[in-house]
């Protein structure tokens, strides 16, 4: 009986041992921090879709704006360690958010396991179609000759918009007011209707409205111009050592199993390297570069290290 005993435990563990290593047994979800239709939502169905036909098992998108996104961060970085909730993590979220919230209840470098770094993409400084300025050099010009006139709109304080700029505004020695919207969209009508003079938005979205006549853009934040639209230099050109791109990369809870880690890691870099897919987000403007877990981690200290300096400088919080 004893034997019997034993041989049945064995095989149970066995089994449980073999189940442990199945993964996912469930339905997936991939949080972003985010509305639907920015370049996080992209991002995450298209890696998604892919994930749900490989997995046999649903991705689920789950949009969670506000706060910065910091809100839909910390939800990630409380849950089960046990890969079934994830974030898509930005330079708000993970490279500005300890600097720019002196509460935030999560560390972007050590509450989460850092899966993989996907893609980097430029912003575009754009002016309504009627703007009197034509290039960067004449809109800095302006600045510097009348200081704290100018306007510049972003989609809240914290997001890439509002840091690129402010990075701006110190490397050229430039003073702008800063007129935070909630979220993209209003942010984007701002310039449109004339309560701001620029901002800085997505290239696709840039790209969408130069082709409806609406806006110009002046610049790319970039270090090189962008294949997408190669007219626009570089800021960097009129601002010496002038660079800023926002990222994605994925992130789960920290402690989640190692083996969960490696193995989003292979699969989400293998459908971002697909050439369909890389091509669809190239055309987005960003760059592929499906790094390895330790290669992002080293990109999000130094990102940190980068933009803390700066926010502290600026003297944008939020309490």
């Known amino acids: 009986m004893c034997r019997l005993l034993l041989v049945v435990s064995m095989f149970i563990l066995s089994c449980l ?39 046999g098992q649903p991705v689920i998108i789950d949009n969670r704006p506000g706060a910065g996104g910091t809100t839909a961060a910390n939800l990630v970085a409380k849950a089960r360690p046990d890969g079934y909730t994830l974030l898509i993590g930005s330079i708000a979220t993970i490279g500005v958010a300890k600097a720019m919230y002196p509460q935030l209840p999560y560390d972007p470098l050590n509450d989460f396991e850092a899966i993989g770094l996907w893609v980097t993409f430029p912003l575009a400084l754009v002016v309504p179609s009627s703007s009197s300025m034509m290039s960067l050099k004449q809109l800095i010009d302006y600045a510097k000759t009348k200081p704290g ?23 050229s020695g430039i003073k702008v007011v800063s007129v935070p919207y909630k979220g993209g969209g209003p942010a984007l009508m701002g310039v449109l209707v004339g309560e701001v003079d620029y901002s800085m938005v997505a290239l696709p979205t840039a790209l969408a409205q130069v082709s409806s006549g609406k806006m110009r853009i002046l610049a790319v934040t970039s270090a090189l111009p962008a294949a997408s639209y190669p007219a626009a230099p570089p800021v960097s050109t009129i601002v010496p050592g002038y660079e800023a791109l926002n990222f994605h990369g994925l992130h789960a809870p920290l402690k989640t199993p190692i083996n969960i880690v490696r193995q989003l890691n292979a699969e989400t870099s293998q459908i971002l390297l697909n050439r369909e897919v890389k091509d669809k987000l190239n055309a987005l403007a960003m760059d592929v570069l499906a790094s390895s877990p330790t290669a992002y981690r080293i990109f999000i200290k130094t990102e940190i290290d980068k933009w803390t300096p700066l926010v502290k400088a600026s003297g944008a919080k939020i309490d």
């Not at 304080?157 to 990075?167: D, K, M, N, W």
């Open 149 to 171: 006139e100018l306007r510049y709109g972003s989609q809240g304080l914290g997001t890439s918009a509002h840091v690129f700029a402010e990075l701006m505004n110190v490397k």
């Open 17 to 55: 041992s073999s189940w442990a290593e199945i993964y996912p047994l469930r339905p997936v979800r991939i949080v972003v921090p985010a509305a639907p239709v920015g370049s996080m939502d992209v991002m995450a169905r298209v890696v998604g879709q892919q994930l749900t036909e490989r997995w």
